[in-house]
């Protein structure tokens, strides 16, 4: 398995973020990126636009090095990527998180969760638990409520709501 997990990183560039941690932010020009991803001239006048999958995956990689992740459950819960980690086809379970795992539906481990807030917040979720259909909030929360759109606690509303702004999610 893990010969077929090096296969499939074969095509990804090799770029070691850990390199670039700690680093001054560089951040080109619009004009340099809209050359280069071959964006229309008027591209931000139009409600959507079309990007190179690299450039997307880049992007998405610079908050993915933000999130909270840990190395231990996630390579306990993908042992492909731990197989991989181990005979050292893969620098480290963070570098595969940011690259591909998040891509194909991973999580970086298991979400802290806000327990009361999260209850207060979402009160189906007490009505769950009372009922016996939920177990608690942070099971709720990764197994099921980050992928309905939930946030496991007020921190994260902020910047939940210019996500969805972002996405056009009403």
């Known amino acids: 398995m893990a010969r077929k997990m090096h296969e499939q ?13 700690g680093l001054d932010v560089y ?11 071959s964006l229309p001239a008027n591209a ?18 610079a908050w993915l090095h933000r999130e ?4 231990n459950e996630y390579r306990a819960a993908n042992p492909d990527v ?3 980690v181990g005979l050292g086809e893969l620098k480290s ?9 998040y891509f194909e539906g991973r999580t970086p481990g298991r979400y802290i969760v806000d327990e009361n807030w999260y209850r207060s917040k979402y009160p189906d979720i007490g009505l769950g638990e009372r009922k016996g259909l939920v177990a608690n909030p942070t099971t ?21 709501r210019l996500w969805d702004e972002a ?3 009403k």
């Open 44 to 61: 931000l006048k139009n409600e959507t636009i079309t990007i190179p999958t690299k450039l997307f995956k880049f992007l998405m990689s």
């Open 27 to 37: 951040v080109p020009s619009f004009a340099y990126v809209s050359t280069h991803a």
């Open 68 to 71: 909270a992740f840990n190395e």
């Open 140 to 160: 709720h929360y990764n197994l099921t409520g980050r992928f309905e759109g939930r946030v496991g606690n007020d921190r994260q509303l902020c910047i939940k």
């Open 9 to 21: 990183l074969r095509d990804e560039p090799e770029i070691d973020y850990a390199l670039c941690q």
């Open 93 to 101: 379970a963070k570098l595969h998180y940011v690259t591909n795992g």
């Open 167 to 169: 996405l056009g999610v």
């Open 82 to 84: 731990d197989a991989a």
